[in-house]
């Protein structure tokens, strides 16, 4: 079970923190990957970090900006978005996958968060 806090309005140029909680444990046999979907177009996964190695993976359109990290003593994934642009406005999904090469292509997913909005715009 995954749930994001942290999304709402901001102008451009500034920064959010989105946080992704997950049930206790998991972070020891999951990837989590957050995705966004803005309106009227495809979800698309931006980052992922693995279970195993903490190795990061990021979308060309967020590297350099944002930033994907994990507390497992926290069960809790977080996703520092900095220099916000209008075009990063969507709905930010966190999901999980078991599947060992999950930050590759993002398949399989087990588990999606409900989603938090995030709104940039002046």
């Known amino acids: 079970q995954l749930e994001e806090f942290g999304g709402g309005l901001v102008q451009p140029g500034g920064s959010l923190r989105l946080s992704c909680e997950v049930s206790?444990?998991?972070?020891?046999?999951?990837?989590i990957g957050w995705f966004r979907q803005a309106q009227g177009k495809e979800r698309e996964g931006i980052t992922c970090i693995t279970t195993s190695d903490r190795a990061t993976y990021y979308t060309d359109s967020v590297k350099g900006r944002f930033t994907i990290s994990r507390d497992n003593a926290k069960n809790t994934v977080y996703l520092q978005m900095n220099n916000l642009e209008p075009e990063d406005t969507a709905v930010y999904y966190c999901?999980?996958?078991?599947?060992?090469?999950?930050?590759?292509?993002?398949?399989?997913?087990?588990?999606w968060g409900q989603g938090t909005q995030v709104t940039v715009s002046s």
């Open positions: 206790r444990g998991a972070l020891d046999y999951y990837s």
């Open positions: 999901a999980a996958s078991g599947a060992f090469d999950y930050c590759v292509d993002y398949g399989p997913t087990d588990s």
